[in-house]
């Protein structure tokens, strides 16, 4: 299944969130404290993502805020340390008063503080989630894709898209995340019926020609690969592997891993939301000139930033009455789909235990030193 947003649409949803400041929420004084925990130090960060959230209620509040009062995002850097990201969620809650978390970015976030936001009933729209428990959690709901439904989109990619009978996967896996990897395969074959020729979630550092000459030997025609991406192709050349398509996972999907891609190597990119080196596709509009304007990095982490904070304010203007942190939760639970250009399918919180509702990608091909942008809008997987 192909689905795709339209240009009008991004424009109505710009123009709907510039104009919630003129909607009254009844609210008392004083700015509406958001929180987010974001990795801007350590082993993943991602700077961009906060500056981005702060564009748009920047943008919000110069329209006149919501109801008249402003949003304050209130961000603290985990550093991906497990310490610091506990301490800064109660921080966010209990000093700083935060009615809800948007934007976050963290490696070690939801799983560390599932508990903590069900505990004192808040929702937190991750710009980017990355463990299982980001999808996994009653109270929180990312706006990307997530590695897994990423990982069943590719696989569906390569099966009914591509038309490779033997699909196979090398995968290097965090620490917990091997059981949601594992869930994202058994979802490509409950929907399609096929079965993987070949499986390695152990992937290590170092030289690959072990793990490509295993791939050869399983005769695979496309293989699913998420790690460092140029000693990989170079072995892969070396061996001989120009016929097999690569398709690999949304970090890999670089400007500086184009470059190092071999000329007559098939390397394909699965995104979480429309490609970011093409600013003129559907919602990337907004999200490239609102950047652009604040002197923000175009990443895909950005794009996330962007889209966690422009549902959140859609969501907050609906709001009738003072805006707390139950009202807030409230709104959440009760909303309806909102379709958001950029990504592959509507995005939703509600009522239910468990959070995933960005499916489907959309493909790029590595083409002389760069991303070329693939027909037919993103590919949502459905059952055959």
């Known amino acids: 299944m192909k689905r795709t947003y339209t240009t009008a649409a991004a424009a109505a949803l710009a123009i709907s969130l510039t104009a919630a400041g003129c909607q009254s929420s009844g609210g008392s004084d004083g700015p509406i404290k958001v929180g987010s925990i974001n990795g801007i130090t350590g082993l993943f960060q991602t700077p961009e993502v906060p500056k981005a959230v702060k564009a748009v209620f920047d943008e919000v509040n110069a329209a006149g805020g919501i109801g008249g009062r402003k949003l304050e995002l209130v961000s603290k850097d985990d550093a991906m340390d497990p310490a610091r990201a506990s301490q800064a969620a109660r921080e966010l809650i209990k000093s700083e008063g935060v009615v809800a978390m948007a934007g976050s970015s963290s490696a070690v976030d939801c799983g560390l503080n599932r508990a903590t936001y069900g505990k004192e009933k808040i929702v937190s729209i991750p710009a980017v989630g990355v463990d299982p428990s980001c999808f996994t959690s009653p109270n929180i709901a990312p706006v990307n894709p997530g590695p897994y439904a990423l990982t069943t989109a590719m696989l569906y990619y390569a099966s009914e898209t591509l038309k490779r009978d033997k699909v196979c996967i090398d995968y290097t896996v965090l620490p917990g995340s091997g059981g949601g990897i594992e869930n994202a395969i058994k979802e490509w074959t409950n929907l399609t019926g096929k079965s993987l020729a070949h499986k390695n979630l152990a992937v290590g550092q170092g030289d690959p020609t072990r793990y490509l000459v295993a791939d050869k030997n399983a005769g695979c025609q496309a293989v699913l690969y998420n790690a460092t991406v140029a000693p990989w192709f170079a072995q892969a050349r070396t061996q001989g592997m120009q016929n097999v398509d690569f398709l690999l996972a949304a970090n890999s999907y670089t400007d500086a891993n184009a470059k190092v891609i071999p000329a007559d190597m098939n390397a394909y990119a699965g995104t979480e939301w429309q490609p970011y080196t093409d600013p003129t596709l559907p919602g990337n509009e907004r999200w490239a000139k609102l950047v652009d304007e ?41 909303m309806k789909p909102i379709n958001y250009p950029m990504a592959g399918s509507p995005w939703v919180f509600g009522p239910g235990g468990e959070h995933s509702p960005i499916k489907g990608s959309q493909f790029v091909k590595a083409d002389r030193g760069g991303w070329k942008v693939l027909p037919g809008g993103f590919t949502v997987p459905t059952k055959k």
């Open 294 to 334: 604040n002197g923000i990095q175009k990443t895909a982490f950005s794009q996330g930033a962007v889209m966690a904070a422009d549902v959140f304010v859609q969501v907050l203007k609906s709001i009738k009455g003072d805006i707390t942190r139950a009202s807030v939760t409230k709104a959440f639970k009760d």
